[in-house]
């Protein structure tokens, strides 16, 4: 089970262009939206690409993940913004400052953006019109919105999904399915299966699917308590394993092969669509 991506072969494999400007979000909180960020900047890391990291949260994780390469940006509330319509301009500086450097440098930036501030950073882009931005910079950009099997997870993303549309039309959308609770597979009839068939399912025909496979139970939590990326993990010797999570060494060889297979496979659900041609959507 401890199998390895393979660098050399990533390196030389012709590959689609990456986005230069990924945003992971949606409004409802504890989707794995940070995790799926981690995934992705590692998953670019393999690739020799190093991207930069905004962080509209306040959480230690990504940092400390990723020193040097976060800027954390801290909005003050929509209640406080509204009082005072330039403070929301204000707030966001940073964001736009590390958005500029992307441009000039053309190196992959990823957003990563907590739930609570989903609908601040919608305002924000609103106001200050970002989609001309990109469409006059000539840059691609894409959304990726993550929902667990949880009806208002579900929910979340389609709501979500709408509004980018409407506030980024030149933005290509994506729902990202997190299996981690279970897979999208529902009793028929019940809420959770009307939610998926009249709201989820359309959008994931339409604006196409990235497939997070669960991690085999248990086998993911010892190496996040111990602060530890997945590339950490599948790049580790058994003996550093073993130290992290004080199993023994066929443990920690299976705990290796589980977090390699689902590295894997993450790799292969980006690929596929980053190989997609996607139209431009105007709104849904």
Not at 83 to 88: G, L, Q, S
Not at 177 to 195: I, M
Request: hydrophobic share 45%; proline share 8%; net charge negative.
């Amino acid at each position: 089970m401890s199998q390895k991506l393979n660098k050399s072969s990533t390196a030389t494999a012709v590959r689609p262009p990456q986005p230069l400007i990924t945003f992971i979000g949606s409004d409802k909180g504890g989707v794995g939206k940070s995790f799926i960020t981690t995934v992705l900047a590692d998953l670019m890391e393999v690739d020799a690409i190093a991207a930069t990291i905004v962080q509209i949260d306040d959480q230690n994780r990504l940092p400390a993940l990723y020193p040097g390469r976060v800027t954390t940006v801290l909005p003050a509330s929509m209640d406080d913004l509204r009082r005072d319509p330039t403070a929301i301009v204000a707030a966001f500086d940073p964001f736009y400052s590390a958005f500029e450097r992307a441009l000039t440098s053309m190196a992959p930036m990823i957003v990563d953006i907590g739930g609570p501030q989903q609908t601040v950073i919608e305002e924000y882009l609103a106001l200050v019109d970002l989609d001309a931005d990109l469409i006059e910079a000539g840059v691609a950009a894409r959304w990726l919105i993550p929902t667990t099997a949880e009806p208002e997870a579900m929910r979340a993303a389609v709501r979500t999904a709408h509004a980018i549309g409407r506030i980024l039309p030149s933005v290509t959308r994506h729902i990202v399915l997190n299996r981690r609770d279970g897979p999208f597979r529902f009793y028929p009839k019940a809420p959770a299966d009307l939610l998926w068939t009249s709201g989820l399912e359309p959008l994931c025909a339409e604006l196409g699917t990235i497939d997070i496979p669960a991690i085999a139970p248990g086998s993911w939590q010892p190496f996040e308590a111990a602060g530890k990326r997945p590339i950490d993990v599948v790049a580790a010797e058994i003996d550093d394993i073993r130290s992290w999570t004080g199993r023994s060494r066929p443990a920690a060889k299976v705990l290796r092969g589980d977090v390699a297979a689902f590295l894997a496979a993450a790799k292969l659900a980006m690929a596929n669509i980053n190989s997609i041609q996607v139209e431009a959507a105007d709104g849904c």
